[in-house]
């Protein structure tokens, strides 16, 4: 399979050259059922996603990734409660309320407030204190971030 993942991320990748559409999972179901999980900097819209779809099928079919034509394609943006993938998605939500769950398994929330190659930086607010708290948290010590949705 990871040598499909690595075909589908090679077709897809100049057609999303030029735009602020960035890959953030490739997924194949032994049923050949590819997920695309694709996010982008100003929004990923229906037209975009569907644009993609279209152009990544044609080409998957061209290059006979799957000889017998047997496969089927979903393009789309992750999930609301999916996890962050990539530092470009840490990014995009700057500013954002997001629950960070580290390696020990201790959880943090707090507002995005920069991202940078090491690290995340929380702003939060300690339990019964009326202060803030700034927290850097190096990528290395996170093993989940899920941005939190409020009503």
Do not use: H, W
């Not at 059922?33 to 998957?60: H, P, Q």
């Not at 609301?80 to 840490?90: G, I, M, T």
């Amino acid at each position: 399979m990871a040598e499909i993942i690595e075909k589908i991320y090679n077709l897809l990748e100049p057609l999303l050259d030029g735009t602020d559409i960035f890959i953030v999972n490739i997924k194949i179901k032994p049923t050949n059922n590819i997920k695309v999980f694709l996010d982008a900097d100003g929004g990923f819209t229906i037209e975009k996603c569907s644009s993609i779809n279209r152009r990544l099928y044609a080409m998957i079919e061209d290059e006979q990734v799957f000889p017998d034509g047997d496969f089927s394609l979903e393009v789309s943006s992750p999930g609301v409660d999916e996890p962050l993938l990539q530092k470009r998605q840490y990014k995009k939500n700057v500013g954002r309320k997001v629950a960070i769950t580290d390696n020990l398994d201790i959880e943090k929330i707090g507002i995005l407030k920069e991202v940078n190659e090491e690290n995340v930086v929380l702003e939060m607010k300690l339990p019964k204190q009326k202060e803030v708290t700034i927290v850097e948290i190096p990528f290395t010590n996170i093993k989940k971030t899920v941005v939190q949705i409020i009503f």
